[in-house]
């Protein structure tokens, strides 16, 4: 795009109800947040299980801040590998149960590391369609024969792998859709890359923390095989940043040498990782937030059972609203908006065209008071 043709490609994203605005925040991450000098009931964070203002965290990273500094420095690989990290990449393949993790700087980073350093030109990649933008730009920077599957479709997949001639195969999933809520296939899916002699990749970014008592996807389906690749973002449940991939000692051997996202990247800040090793800890004692989670889901999908629009109810805490038109869904953010309750309207290229939603996210730290106002407050928007 040329200089002077933005400001007509805002305008028309502005026209097509699809400009995006950052808001600036003045609070910490939390159910209640202030906004633009305004406090709202927020359903719009990833933070499920309410640990990313945790005091427990925060002590962590303070004291591992006067312990080990803020900055890195340079990557691990030129200025030296924390052993604060290696502690936390151990703790967290052992919580997965994985032989060995590695940290990257974002899911994005991750996904991009390890998808560019197992396929490469003459390989394929197959990915399903409503896969995180993230894993399409990993699998288009390959250079591998790019496939998409439609969502969740196992026959479709097994067709494709059927036909390509490719040396190397990797299929693509998110374990949980990060706009539907919904959940891949898990299980099927490794059948078939066992049959047909392929990698199965899995972002489990919003399914870390939540299914398998904590312990992700890998746990709640019993998917510790050598074929598969395990990616879990610490910026969601976790409530931390970052992001690391689990597997084989051998495969994170692997990525330290050939993964560019990682090689090429400053390290981490040091302090993270015992705000991680926190979380984990978490985790695990205080199962009563996933709990939490579940009961709000299931009064969040009786309240919507007999209202004109659509609940795409899971049993994670994504619950998507279809309303449809791009200009509708902005119409009910800023309704709900309008009385205190803060729940973003997405629209395409985020989601498909036509199934432009509110996508409601339900936190541990949302109090069964908290899910009233919200119903309330739908019941006022959407009647």
């Known amino acids: 795009m040329r200089p002077d043709q933005l400001d007509a490609a805002l305008a028309a994203l502005a026209d097509d109800h699809r400009l995006r605005q950052r808001h600036a925040l003045h609070t910490p991450q939390g159910p209640r947040v202030r906004i633009g000098g305004r406090d709202y009931l927020a359903f719009a964070s990833n933070d499920y299980l309410g640990l990313a203002n945790h005091p427990a965290l925060k002590t962590a990273m303070q004291q591992a801040i006067a312990d080990w500094g803020v900055g ?22 052992d919580w997965v149960g994985c ?73 693509a999933v998110d374990a949980v859709y990060s706009m539907d809520g919904d959940e891949a296939p898990l299980r099927e899916l490794l059948a078939l890359a066992e049959r047909y002699d392929a990698w199965l990749y899995l972002d489990d970014a919003h399914g870390f923390g939540l ?20 990616m879990a973002t610490l910026g969601k449940a976790a409530g931390v940043a970052g992001a690391f991939v689990a597997g084989s000692r051998a495969l994170v051997q692997w990525l330290v040498n050939s993964a560019r996202t990682y090689i090429f990247t400053t390290a981490h ?28 889901i299931v009064t969040l999908a009786s309240f919507m059972q007999d209202k004109s629009l659509h609940l795409r109810s899971s049993r994670s805490p994504i619950q998507a609203i279809i309303i449809g038109s791009n200009e509708a869904a902005v119409s009910y953010s800023m309704a709900l908006r309008e009385q205190g309750v803060w729940i973003p309207a997405i629209r395409p290229p985020t989601v498909p065209a036509g199934t432009a939603r509110l996508r409601v996210s339900l936190t541990a730290g949302h109090t069964e008071d908290d899910i009233k106002a919200l119903l309330a407050a739908l019941d006022q928007a959407i009647g």
């Open 211 to 230: 299914l398998g008592n904590g312990r992700g996807a890998l746990a709640e389906y019993a998917l510790h095989h050598p074929r598969v690749v395990y």
């Open 99 to 171: 032989e060995a993790a590695l940290v990257f700087g974002s899911g994005y980073a991750a996904n991009l590391g390890v998808i560019t350093s197992l396929v490469g030109r003459g390989d394929a990649v197959f990915a399903d369609k409503l896969n995180h933008a993230s894993l399409n730009d990993a699998c288009v920077l390959s250079r591998a024969d790019f496939q998409r599957f439609r969502h969740s479709d196992l026959d479709h997949l097994a067709t494709l792998l059927q036909k390509t001639p490719a040396r190397t195969r990797l299929i």
């Open 72 to 93: 890195a420095g340079a990557s691990e690989l030129v200025a030296g590998h924390f052993a604060i990290q290696q502690q936390a990449e151990a703790a967290l393949a």
């Open 269 to 296: 800040p040091p302090a993270q990782a015992a705000a991680v090793m926190a979380s984990l800890q978490l985790m695990g004692d205080e199962p009563w937030r996933r709990e939490r989670i579940q009961q709000h």
